[in-house]
């Protein structure tokens, strides 16, 4: 009976730490972005003030709020309960593991761990730089994948990030889906995963096919270990939030309404990285 427990709890566990992770990474990118854009607003609206009058002040706004990215939300009641269960799961668990682990492990291996992860994903960059037709991100991604792996040690280091002719490149199926003329449909917060489009949905099949972290955790037979691909993200997950409960508790903070802010902002933020 116990070892049947055990099997219950321990995937969902990880799972959960897995999982929020990427809810708060895709929060915390969202979040940065709207407290960027309030600032440059805030800037813009100082010198309007002090070269213009009110009723300019006013036309700009009114301009302002028109370009502002709007996405369906109908499943807001349930999507907002979502968002409250994901960010007491974080203050509850999350959060004090991941300040133990901060704390125990050394920042250089941390980031290490991080580096190596994101260079070992590089085939859902180039993948998705080739479905979009963008030859030349696709071959800066090569490029950047290629000097990482080498001079970089497998990625650990980041060679390529003191050349500003390689920048990096976010792309995701989801992306790619915009590029051709898919929209957003609606907005979802899932449970553990954290806020998406039904659209941006479709970066599960990025991780399911594309990411080498699936293919270590397969066995001999090409079947997928649960197991180790549960420990696997997990791990990696966790480590990369040890990089972000700062951000995350500043932002919580900074806004009145946390999940209309993310909402906004991510949809905002995903907006921009299909412009680019």
Request: contains cysteine.
């Amino acid at each position: 009976m116990k070892k049947l427990l055990a099997a219950a709890v321990i995937p969902v566990f990880f799972l959960i730490v897995g999982g929020f992770n990427v809810s708060f990474a895709s929060d915390r990118e969202a979040g940065n972005y709207l407290l960027a854009q309030q600032s440059q607003e805030q800037s813009s609206r100082g010198e309007a003030a002090a070269e213009e009058d009110d009723e300019y002040d006013d036309e700009y706004d009114d301009e302002y709020d028109d370009e502002v990215v709007q996405i369906n939300d109908p499943l807001y009641r349930l999507n907002r309960e979502f968002f409250y269960f994901n960010d007491a799961m974080y203050v509850a668990i999350l959060r004090p593991l991941g300040i133990g682990y901060r704390t125990v492990i050394p920042s250089e291996i941390r980031l290490s761990i991080k580096n190596f992860f994101h260079n070992l994903r590089f085939p859902i960059r180039f993948v998705n730089c080739l479905l979009q037709a963008k030859g030349t991100k696709a071959m800066e991604e090569f490029a950047t994948f290629f000097l990482n792996s080498t001079v970089g040690l497998a990625g650990i280091q980041t060679p390529a990030s003191y050349y500003d002719n390689l920048p990096p490149s976010p792309e995701d199926l989801g992306q790619t889906l915009a590029v051709w003329g898919a929209g957003h449909g609606f907005f979802i917060m899932y449970p553990i995963f954290g806020p998406s489009s039904l659209r941006d949905s479709a970066t599960f099949i990025d991780t399911l096919l594309l990411d080498p972290v699936s293919w270590m955790a397969s066995n001999r037979q090409g079947n997928l270990d649960f197991w180790t691909l549960v420990a696997l993200r997990a791990g990696i997950l966790f480590n990369e939030l040890s990089f972000q409960i700062d951000d995350i508790d500043a932002l919580k903070e900074a806004m009145l309404d946390p999940y209309v802010a993310f909402r906004d902002a991510y949809v905002e933020r995903r907006a921009k990285l299909v412009a680019e």
